[in-house]
């Protein structure tokens, strides 16, 4: 499942539990793709800090049990401090 957020892209593939970043807009920012795994608040990040233009970053993540609902959003980040802005809304899919 994909998701373009103005300046970035950020995608969750179920089979595998692969995660995706990528930047799409030169503006010093990196694209960061954030999610949370069934109803834990924990935010997990992936920094693609490779510059507008470059490949996907990809995040192989845990094993996740089948059905259980993945919250995923993309974001902007500032990579020197971390500070992460400019997200979209929270999207759902299922593992």
């Known amino acids: 499942m ?4 103005e300046v970035t ?29 069934g109803s834990s608040s924990t935010i997990h990040s992936l920094w693609n ?3 507008s233009g470059s490949a996907w ?6 094993n996740i049990a ?11 980040g500032a990579t020197g401090s971390g500070f992460v802005m400019n997200c979209s809304d929270w999207w759902s899919a299922a593992a």
């Open 2 to 5: 994909y998701r373009n957020h």
């Open 9 to 37: 892209m950020g995608y969750f593939k179920p089979d595998g539990e692969i995660f995706g970043a990528k930047d799409i807009y030169g503006d010093s920012l990196s694209a960061v793709t954030q999610w949370k795994i």
């Open 57 to 62: 970053k990809t995040y192989n993540g845990p």
């Open 49 to 51: 800090n490779n510059g």
């Open 66 to 76: 089948e059905g259980t609902r993945v919250l995923i959003r993309s974001c902007n």
